[in-house]
């Protein structure tokens, strides 16, 4: 082999040599780990916003009714089924009487006796008083004529003595006669307690609503209290709404309100806040408010679900950005803002934020400042970045 190839197959292995470097080279920058990280971008920019809550909730009747026995009982008719519209006053069910019948006419029989035994004793007053007076009489006579002394002392005693006796048997009659009276009263109110008992095994409508549910049927046995028909007022439906506690600030009686109903998600109705619940639930953490329909649709079920948004005022002009954009190091919060085309963090205070994922700005950044919205791994402040417009890389995309 002579020197000049030698030399020729020396450049060839260098020039190889060379381009393998080069290429490790350009692969590491470009796909291995110190190739730049592939970010997205936004521009600070200033607007308003306008702040929203939202929270899920359930439709209920504000005016509902359980209708059920005031005492233990077995049912005997139920004439009404679910999905009835009845009218206040209206017979719904009727529980069996049991001895309720015997006992108002064991009581009527007895309210009869005492009523004789009232006339009675007024007739022994009659008696008695006609006979105090006939006393009365006898002994003012016999006083006269033992003054004259016609009579002896002892048959004046006489007739003092029956004078005392016609008196005490007046007040005898007369005792007599506030006792029957109170007992007439006594069997009267047993009489009427028994009446209302009577009247309750006869289950009414308390109002004008429709029948969501039949608890019981012909021949159960039902306890005090329980149902045995629920209804409802059909023209009170509202929804009962759950906000997140930590998202609930704002959150006030009259709010507008936009819902979505499961049945019809693309059918927003609208509504306002009624009332804020004083009582928040302490296990799933959440705020319940009522929210009632500003026109009642037709067909809503007691149940069914709905998505309510809360429209809150409108803020005043701030700056704005990406809440993806948020990032956090330790307890600092801050975004990564571009300076001289490397990412350095920047601490910011924020305001409130909307549904669009907005977030007001405070302090820490100013307008048309640029910030990192997606990256493709952890950003550090040595690192080389990529601007892209997604990260996200079509299909196809070499």
Known sequence: MNL???????????????????????????????APVRVTIVQVKEGILSPSLFGVGTVEARRSWMVGPTIAGRVIKVGVDVG?????????AEMDPVDLDQRLSALDASLARAGSAQAAAQAQ???????????????????????????????????????ASAEAALVATQANLQGT?????????ERAGLVQQRGTVRLLAPANGVITSRDAEAGSTVLAGQPVLRLIDPDSLW???????????????????????????????????ARIELLADSVTEE??????????PSGLAIGEMA????????????????NASIQHQGNTTGVW????????????????????GQVQVLQGLHKDDQIVVYSQKALTSNSRIQVVDTLVKPVGAP
């Open 4 to 34: 000049h190839s030698l030399s020729m197959r020396h450049l060839s292995i260098g020039t190889v040599v060379v381009l393998l470097v080069g290429a490790l080279a350009y692969v590491s920058l470009r796909t291995g780990p110190l």
């Open 84 to 92: 009835d519209f009845v009218k206040a006053g209206q017979l719904l």
């Open 125 to 163: 007053i009659t008696d008695a008083m006609a006979r105090r007076t006939l006393a009365r009489a006898n002994t003012q006579r016999n006083v006269d004529l033992a003054k004259q002394n016609f009579i002896s002392p002892g048959a004046l005693e006489a007739r003092v003595q029956e004078q």
């Open 181 to 189: 009276a109170q007992d007439l009263l006594r069997l009267k109110a």
């Open 239 to 273: 929804v009962k709404l759950r906000v997140d506690q930590g998202r609930s600030a704002g959150l006030v009686s009259g709010l507008k309100a936009e819902i979505s109903m499961r049945s019809r998600p693309r059918m927003p109705l609208q509504g306002r806040v």
């Open 287 to 296: 705020r319940i408010a009522q929210v009632t329909f500003e026109n009642l």
């Open 307 to 322: 998505e309510v948004t809360l429209q809150l005022p409108s803020l005043q002009p701030a700056l704005l950005i990406p």
């Open 337 to 356: 803002r571009l300076e001289k085309e490397y990412p350095v963090f920047a601490p910011v205070q924020l305001g409130t934020n909307d549904l669009q």
